[in-house]
């Protein structure tokens, strides 16, 4: 307070000798900005898809990720460059087996659209029909393009369709920020049956807003993570994120109870991935 008598008074003082020639314009003070559900719909015709209907993949809208390091999760299996997956009836297939790979034990494969494929909200369907067995962990999911708020989990993390094939028929929902994740035990999740998850196709969605990330399963929700104007360590998803097709074998969450070895060749069948676009308000 003493700060701001003193400039005033000197500040008239100036005023009166003549040496105050304009008037400094102070910006005003703006509160951050709160997010509100507008309801936002979303474009019927997709403005990106892959039906998998040639004979190969495309890699102009996927890149196979490499490696057997454990992923941070101490999985089993090496991803290898495209010989797990392949296009078969007008379906993506991709398969995990128990065979060498570049020194482990199983092999699968890890797509991702990073640096092809990126996008700020929209609606996410992907119609699939998921591995059997105990060991296997197929996931469906999005992280940032660019890591802008850092490492994993501060930039963020959207799972569309998590399975663990010890709990058959159970799929998962949920997000990873640097305030919620599961190694704070304060992770965002939700889960639902599904019926014939590993014998049939369904339909796995996410449509997410700058107000929400909402899941569903055969357009059913049961998933909802609400902005909640914290900044960026609640809500990382202002950015651009890519999506991640993969079947992981054991780890720590997918090889809780350990992995069967007699369901090898274990596949994912996606018959579609479709992305519609938000439409602003």
């Known amino acids: 307070m003493k700060k701001i008598l003193y400039s005033i008074v000197t500040l008239a003082a100036v005023m009166q000798l003549g040496g105050c020639t304009e008037e400094k314009v102070i910006p005003p003070i703006t509160a951050p900005q709160v997010i509100i559900d507008k309801n936002w719909k979303f474009e019927t015709t997709p403005t990106w898809q892959d039906n998998f209907d040639g004979t190969s993949i495309d890699q102009s809208k996927w890149t196979f990720e490499t490696g057997g390091s454990g992923w941070g999760n101490n999985e089993l299996q090496n991803y290898t460059n495209g010989g797990n997956a ?8 991709i398969e995990a087996r128990r065979e060498n ?93 599904v019926p014939g998850a590993t014998d049939g196709y369904h339909l796995y969605r996410v449509d997410w807003t700058p107000y929400a990330v909402r899941g569903f399963v055969d357009d059913v929700q049961y998933f909802e993570f609400i902005n909640e104007n914290k900044g960026f360590t609640a809500w990382p998803f202002d950015k651009k994120f890519f999506m991640i097709l993969n079947i992981a074998v054991g780890g720590n969450w997918g090889g809780a109870q350990g992995v069967d070895n007699s369901i090898f060749p274990a596949r994912m069948d996606i018959d579609y991935v479709k992305v519609f676009k938000m439409i602003e308000q």
């Open 86 to 93: 392949k296009i078969e009836n007008g379906a993506l297939v």
């Open 101 to 193: 790979s570049n020194g482990r034990e199983y092999s699968s494969t890890r797509m991702i659209s990073r640096g092809k494929a990126e996008w700020l909200y929209g609606r996410f369907e992907i119609r699939a029909k998921l591995p059997k067995g105990r060991g296997t962990w197929p996931a469906i999911w999005m992280l940032s393009a660019d890591n802008s708020y850092g490492n994993w989990p501060a930039s963020g993390e959207i799972d569309i369709m998590e399975h663990v094939g010890y709990d058959p028929e159970k799929v998962h929902c949920s997000v990873h920020t640097s305030a919620y994740n599961h190694t704070r035990n304060t992770q965002k999740t939700a889960s639902r049956m």
